[in-house]
Each structure stands twice: as structure tokens, then as C-alpha cells.
């Protein structure tokens, strides 16, 4: 049987957003005094976060519960302004690696709410990013498809991490099922998941098989699953240890890719496993 050919994604692995709070998380554990935590998971890779728990940053899922004086670094897809507003008033010392993409999506909601808009918010409400999104909507701001009754002038944006052709399709639903005076709408999905989940459809139409690497918890390593898994046969993995070597019978063309919070270490582990389980050779990066 003919070795497979592993296509690694070019764009597996951390986004822009991600390496900076990471990378400020690695800097406050240098040159912090005191305790540090993260308002939750830093991202959503377990083990990320127990490596950070090993350079002595915790997660606190509380904020209610972070002593005065303690520093406190608040995760890519940023946080409620009650929130901040708390913390500010409590004493805690905040380091701020809200993504600059995320940021910006929450000055527009300000924005567009502060200029009489009811802004609509395309996206998972129980992700942290949307509950953030909305609060800086400070009333007036709702989760797709709701709208109240009456409103006129209306905003639409995304969760960064939305697919886009969900976006395109919700802004159709809204035209089409509603009368307003005046639409505006903000394209605040991020160009980085886009191109992720462009590159992840092209591998799976090449592929016999993708294998997605990224936590379980994260929304944005399911999607490329739901993408990948439209055009063939594919798994959605944390950990090379959960590789099948069954998968891999009679697969010419293997693909991997992984999300937004998928440290280069563990996408490198997978691939070589891969290589190990198939005796493949890889194309391209990796
Ligand atoms: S996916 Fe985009 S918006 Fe979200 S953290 Fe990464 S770079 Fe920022």
C-alpha cells in the first residue's frame, strides 16, 4: 500500500489574537509580584492553561472572588463592562488582551447604540464574546434573530468567530422578515477565521480525511469540523493520543488543521504521529 501524502493547513494554530494574550500571559508571569490569574480560561486549550498553571497563573472563574491588589489578565474575546467597571472599583490590576479584532467590534456596538441604533448581535449568546458585545450595547443591543418591536434604525455585527456565510444569510432573514428605515451593517468577522475555514474546505476537497486539532471547548476548532466534515470523512481531536489508527485505511490524501487556540506544539505532535500511524510524508508545512 502507497505511503499517504499529510497536508498541514497553513494557517493551523494560534491566530493574531490569541499569540498576543498568550504571550502577555508569559509576560506577566515573569514580571508580575503577586498573585496573577486568568478570568477564566485564557483559550480554550486545556493544555495551554495547565502549562500556564505551571508558570503559576490560575484561572478564576469568578471575578466576584479576585482579592484586591491581585492582577488579573482578561482573555482574547474581552469581558462585560460591568465587569471591568467591577474590577476597576475592587483594586485589581487588569491587563487587557482583549483581541484589537473583538475591540474593535465593541467600540462599533458602543458606537452605533450611542447614535439611537438597536444593534443586533449575530452569535452564540452563551459565548463570553457575545455576552461582552452586548453589554457594551448598555441596553440596546439583542442577540439575532430578536429585535424588538419598533425599532427603526438598525446595527448588525458578528461574533468574530461566526462563519460568514451564517452572517451573510442572518442579514437576509433580518431584510427580509422585517421593515427598518435604515439597516448598517458591520462585517466584524474576523478575516482569520474566514481564511481558516476557506483553507480547511479546499483541504477537505482534497482530502481523504481531516483530522481538526483543538480543544473540545473551542467553538472556532467545531467549526472547521462542521466545514471539513461537509466535504469528507473527519475527526475532531484534543491530543495525538485520540488519533485511530483505523481512520487512516486506504486514505491517500490526509489533512490536518487546527483552531485558533491550538499551540504549535500539539499540532507538531499530531503531525508526527500521523506520520508514525502511516508512514506518510508531509506536504508543505510541518
Ligand atoms: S479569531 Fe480573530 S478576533 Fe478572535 S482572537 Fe483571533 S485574531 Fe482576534
Known amino acids: 500500500m502507497q505511503a499517504p501524502l499529510i497536508k498541514v493547513a497553513e494557517k493551523a494554530g494560534f491566530c493574531f489574537g490569541v499569540k498576543r494574550a498568550v504571550r502577555m500571559a508569559y509576560d506577566a508571569a515573569s514580571s508580575c509580584s503577586g498573585p496573577v490569574y486568568t478570568l477564566g480560561p485564557l483559550i480554550h486549550n486545556p493544555q495551554v492553561v495547565e502549562r500556564l498553571k505551571g ?3 490560575d484561572v478564576c472563574d469568578n471575578y466576584e472572588e479576585l482579592p484586591p491588589g491581585a492582577t488579573v489578565i482578561i482573555r482574547s474575546h474581552g469581558v462585560p463592562l460591568e465587569v ?16 484589537p479584532f473583538v475591540k474593535k467590534a465593541q467600540d462599533i456596538v458602543a458606537t452605533l447604540t ?3 441604533y438597536h444593534v443586533v448581535i449575530v452569535g452564540d449568546g452563551n459565548h463570553p464574546e457575545v455576552k461582552a458585545l452586548l453589554s457594551y450595547g448598555k441596553g440596546r443591543a439583542s ?4 429585535v424588538p418591536d419598533g425599532v427603526l434604525k438598525l ?15 442572518c442579514i437576509k432573514w433580518l431584510i427580509g422578515h422585517r421593515e427598518f428605515q435604515e439597516v448598517r451593517i458591520y462585517n466584524t468577522v474576523c478575516q482569520s477565521t474566514a481564511e481558516r475555514q476557506k483553507e480547511c474546505k479546499r483541504l477537505a476537497q482534497e482530502a481523504d480525511l481531516v ?3 483543538g480543544g473540545r471547548n473551542s467553538a ?11 466535504e469528507v470523512e473527519a475527526y475532531h481531536i484534543e491530543v495525538a493520543e485520540e488519533l485511530n489508527p483505523s481512520w487512516f485505511l486506504g486514505k491517500r490524501v490526509i489533512g490536518i488543521t487546527a483552531g485558533a487556540s ?5 499540532i507538531s505532535e499530531v503531525v508526527e504521529e500521523v506520520k508514525r500511524i502511516t508512514g506518510g510524508k508531509v506536504d508543505g508545512r510541518g
Open 220 to 230: 472556532g476548532a467545531k467549526k472547521l469540523w462542521v466545514v471539513a466534515s461537509e
Open 114 to 116: 450611542n447614535s439611537e
Open 55 to 57: 508558570m503559576g497563573i
Open 211 to 213: 483530522i481538526v486539532v
Open 155 to 169: 446595527g448588525v455585527v458578528s461574533q468574530t468567530t461566526q462563519l460568514l456565510e451564517k452572517f451573510i444569510e
Open 84 to 99: 471591568l467597571e467591577f474590577l476597576r472599583s475592587r483594586g485589581v490590576r487588569i491587563i487587557d488582551a482583549t483581541c
Open 262 to 266: 491550538t499551540p504549535e506544539w500539539i
Open 143 to 146: 442577540i439575532f434573530p430578536h
